[in-house]
C-alpha cells in the first residue's frame, strides 16, 4: 500500500510541475523553455537522491532524507526498516554468542573450537586447566598442544561416532575421553572429559569380579571332588542318587559361570593369554562342530551342516576364537529342536573371512536382538538354564569380536530361526590358500 502511495505522490509531483511550468509558459510566452527545463529539473533531482544513496551506501552519509515525498522516501523508509532489522539481528547473534562463550566458559568439559585443518580456534577455561591450551594457541593444530598419536591417529581416521579414550602417557595420571562432533562447514567442537575416577571405578568393578570369580572357584572344585566321592561311595545308599546328581549338575553350572566371568574379567582388562598365534580357524571350528554333534545326540539329534573353507589362519588368540564359535554353535544346538538343521559355515569374502551358523530353532522376537549381547540377558531364563547357559555367553563373543575390529550380527526370525554371523577384516588373516571350491566340505 505504501508502495502504491508513493507513486502516486512521485506521478502528482511530475504533473503538477509540467502542469505549473506549462500555464506559467503560457502566460509568460516562454512554455517551449520551462517545460524542458522542468524535466531537466526533474532529472537532477533523481541524480542528487542517487548520489546521496551512494553516500548512504558507502557510509559516508549516515541519515537518509526520509521526509522525501514520492518514490525516494518510499526506498528511504525500505532501507532504515531492513537496516534497523539487521541491526536487532546483529545484537541478537551477539547475545546468543555471549551466553554461548559463557556458558561454555562454564562447563567442566574442556571446549576447543577448531577449524577443518584441525587448527584452534576458541577454547574454553577447562581446555587450560585440563589440557594446558591457552587462549595464545589460537591457530596452533591442536595436535601439537595435545601430544598424543592415539588423538593424532583419530582425528586422521575421521569416524567420531564412538569417543576416544586416551591412554594416559608415562608420568601423567589423567585418563581422559574425546569427543568430536563436527558441525557447520568443516568446523568441529572437541570435547574432553577427564574420566580418571569413571575408570578408577571401573577397573574395580572389574578386578572384585575376577577376584570374587577367583577365589569361588578354589571351595567349588572341593565341592565337585567332594560330591565325586560321594558318588562313587554310594552304593549303599542308593536314595542320594537323585540329590548327588542335582548337586553336581548345580556345581558344574556354577563353575561354568565362574569360568565365563573370568573369560569376561580378562577381555575387559585387554589382558592377552598369550602371544598372538596363527589360529587354524577351519580346525577350531571342526573341533567344536564335534563336540556339538556329541551334545545334539544328547537333545534328539539335528542335521549339523558345514561348509569351511580349509586352512583359513586367524592372527589372535586361540582360546578366545575358540571361544567364540563354540558359544555360537552350542547356542544354535541348544535352541533348536531335535531334528532341525544347523549350517556351520566359513567363506572368504571380499574383506577378509565371514563366519555364520544359521539354525531352524526357536528363533527370537526383534525386542530382545539388541540386548542379546549385555551380560546374563536371556530371553527365557528357565529354558537357557535348563539348556546349560551361563547368560555370558554372547557377552563373551562381543567382546573377542570387538578385538578383532568385528561385531556380531543377528537375524532371526521368532519360530523360523536365527543366523549369527561375523566377519573378520582380512589385516587378521594369515597368508593361506583358502577358499571355498573343491575344499569345501559337507558333513551331515
Ligand atoms: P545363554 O547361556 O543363556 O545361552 P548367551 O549369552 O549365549 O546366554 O545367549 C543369550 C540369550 O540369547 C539366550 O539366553 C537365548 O535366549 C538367546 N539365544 C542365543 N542364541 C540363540 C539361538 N541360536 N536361537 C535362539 N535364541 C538364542
Known amino acids: 500500500m505504501m508502495l502504491l502511495k508513493a507513486w502516486r505522490e512521485e506521478l502528482w509531483v511530475i504533473g503538477g510541475l509540467l502542469v505549473v511550468l506549462w500555464l506559467v509558459g503560457l502566460l509568460t510566452g516562454l512554455a517551449r523553455w520551462l517545460v524542458p527545463a522542468g524535466v531537466v529539473g526533474y532529472l537532477v533531482w533523481h541524480l542528487y537522491h542517487l548520489r546521496l544513496l551512494i553516500r548512504w551506501l558507502d557510509r559516508s552519509s549516515r541519515q537518509l532524507p526520509f521526509s522525501t515525498p514520492g518514490i525516494w522516501g518510499y526506498v528511504y523508509h525500505r532501507l532504515e526498516v531492513r537496516r534497523r532489522k539487521v541491526k536487532s539481528g546483529k545484537k541478537q547473534i551477539g547475545r546468543l554468542l555471549k551466553e554461548f562463550k559463557s556458558s561454555t566458559r562454564a562447563l567442566p568439559d574442556a571446549t576447543i573450537v577448531l577449524n577443518s585443518d584441525f587448527n584452534i580456534q576458541w577454547i574454553n577455561k577447562a581446555a587450560t586447566t585440563l589440557l594446558g591450551v591457552r587462549k595464545s594457541d589460537a591457530g596452533q593444530p591442536v595436535t601439537n598442544l595435545i601430544r598424543h598419536p592415539d588423538l593424532e591417529y583419530y582425528l586422521d581416521a575421521g569416524e567420531f561416532e564412538r569417543p576416544l579414550q586416551m591412554a594416559p602417557q608415562p608420568g601423567v595420571d589423567t585418563r581422559l575421553a574425546i569427543t568430536v562432533?563436527?558441525?557447520?562447514?568443516?568446523?568441529?567442537?572437541?570435547?574432553?572429559?577427564?574420566?580418571?575416577?569413571?575408570?578408577?571405578?571401573?577397573?574395580?568393578?572389574?578386578?572384585?569380579?575376577?577376584?570374587?570369580?577367583?577365589?569361588?572357584?578354589?571351595?567349588?572344585?572341593?565341592?565337585?571332588?567332594?560330591?565325586?566321592?560321594?558318588?562313587?561311595?554310594?552304593?549303599?545308599?542308593?536314595?542320594?542318587?537323585?540329590?548327588?546328581?542335582?548337586?553336581?549338575?548345580?556345581?558344574?553350572?556354577?563353575?561354568?559361570?565362574?569360568?565365563?566371568?573370568?573369560?569376561?574379567?580378562?577381555?575387559?582388562?585387554?589382558?592377552?593369554?598369550?602371544?598372538?598365534?596363527?589360529?587354524?580357524?577351519?580346525?577350531?571350528?571342526?573341533?567344536?562342530?564335534?563336540?556339538?554333534?556329541a551334545a545334539s545326540a544328547q537333545h534328539g539329534g539335528h542335521n549339523i551342516l558345514v561348509e569351511v573353507a580349509e586352512d583359513v589362519r586367524v592372527r589372535g588368540q586361540q582360546e578366545d576364537l575358540y571361544a567364540v564359535v563354540s558359544n555360537l554353535v552350542m547356542n544354535a544346538v541348544r535352541y533348536t529342536p531335535a531334528d532341525g538343521t544347523i549350517r556351520v559355515t566359513l567363506t572368504p569374502v571380499a574383506n577378509g573371512v565371514r563366519f555364520e551358523v544359521t539354525d531352524t530353532g526357536v528363533g527370537i522376537l526383534p525386542q530382545h536382538l539388541a540386548r542379546l549381547t549385555e551380560r546374563f540377558y536371556r530371553v527365557d531364563v528357565g529354558r537357557s538354564r535348563e539348556a546349560g547357559g551361563t547368560g555370558l555367553g554372547l557377552s563373551i563373543v562381543k567382546h573377542v569380536l570387538e578385538r578383532y575390529e568385528s561385531f556380531l550380527e543377528i537375524s532371526s526370525r521368532p519360530g523360523a530361526g536365527s543366523t549369527f554371523a561375523f566377519t573378520l577384516p582380512g589385516k587378521y588373516l594369515e597368508e593361506s590358500r583358502s577358499g571355498l571350491g573343491d575344499d569345501s566340505r559337507k558333513v551331515s
Open 181 to 293: 562432533v563436527p558441525y557447520g562447514q568443516q568446523q568441529y567442537l572437541l570435547l574432553a572429559r577427564d574420566v580418571t575416577e569413571q575408570h578408577r571405578i571401573e577397573v574395580m568393578r572389574r578386578d572384585f569380579i575376577a577376584n570374587a570369580s577367583h577365589e569361588l572357584r578354589t571351595p567349588l572344585s572341593v565341592l565337585q571332588g567332594s560330591i565325586e566321592q560321594l558318588e562313587a561311595g554310594m552304593g549303599s545308599h542308593p536314595d542320594l542318587g537323585k540329590p548327588l546328581a542335582r548337586m553336581k549338575r548345580q556345581s558344574q553350572r556354577m563353575m561354568s559361570i565362574l569360568q565365563d566371568l573370568l573369560t569376561l574379567a580378562r577381555l575387559e582388562s585387554r589382558q592377552e593369554t598369550g602371544p598372538l598365534q596363527a589360529v587354524p580357524l577351519s580346525s577350531v571350528i571342526e573341533e567344536v562342530v564335534e563336540e556339538a554333534q
